[in-house]
């Protein structure tokens, strides 16, 4: 009873440490098998296929043989998702530093993906992780939105501040007596032009969906290519 338990116990140090060391000894024939049948669609060339399969994968919290993670990151690359891809290099490197059996491979998938982060930096139709941006739906590209002023509700005018739109003002003349005067601000007329819109009526603000840019990020990937109308909407 004692020796199983401690069996039991010595088992799992190993297991937790092999984690650590490295982790391929670990993985599952199931793991293995779906990493076979993703690769074989890579070579297929059916990366999209490959990526569901890695997808599940990692959603189910396996362990992944190392190599896992070049097929991934390769996958990733030709799938143009850069940004993951360099994650999942960046992962296999962790794992098997230089003595990794695609540590070549690595490198130069390291330098591509150098070239198309370069690429998308330079491109003007997407963001830095290579998402196509689309005109921004909610100012329509302007990078601002107008309100009705709030102060005038719309009006372009407000209240006199000085006579509180009397039209006139009280002073005490010389003698001490209450004089009535027309009022200088609005010129008597009891109003006076909005100080929060100047008489525009609206208020001018960065809008929030976009910040300013006019435009926001779809969750296509961006080919880099002039968008084929002219409004470059391409939803
Ligand atoms: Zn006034
Ligand atoms: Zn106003
Ligand atoms: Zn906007
Ligand atoms: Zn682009």
Known sequence: MM????????????????TALSQNQNVSQEVRDA???????????????????????????QVMPSEMCYYFAETLFMLEQYQNSQNFTDKYLELTGKAGDYYEQIMDLRKL????????????YCDVNGYR????????????????????????????????????????????????????????KGFE????????????????VCLGSGRERT???CNHEPPLNDDFSIR
């Open 3 to 18: 020796n199983s338990r401690r069996s039991i116990f010595l088992v799992l140090l190993i297991t937790l440490s092999l």
């Open 35 to 61: 990493v076979a049948m993703a690769k074989s669609q890579m070579d297929e060339g059916d990366y999209a296929f490959a990526n569901k399969i890695f997808r599940k994968i990692l959603k189910e919290k």
């Open 113 to 124: 993906l150098r070239q198309k982060v370069n690429a998308n930096e330079f491109c003007d």
């Open 133 to 188: 941006l689309a005109p921004c739906s909610n100012c329509k590209q302007l990078g601002k939105v107008h309100q009705t002023c709030h102060r005038c509700k719309g009006a372009g005018v407000t209240t006199c501040r000085l006579c509180l739109g009397e039209g006139v003002v009280i002073r005490k003349n010389q003698l001490g007596e209450d004089e009535y005067q027309s009022c200088p601000l609005c010129d008597s």
């Open 193 to 208: 032009t909005c100080q929060l819109c100047l008489g525009n009526k609206e208020i001018e603000s960065t809008c929030e």
């Open 219 to 221: 969750h296509l990937i």
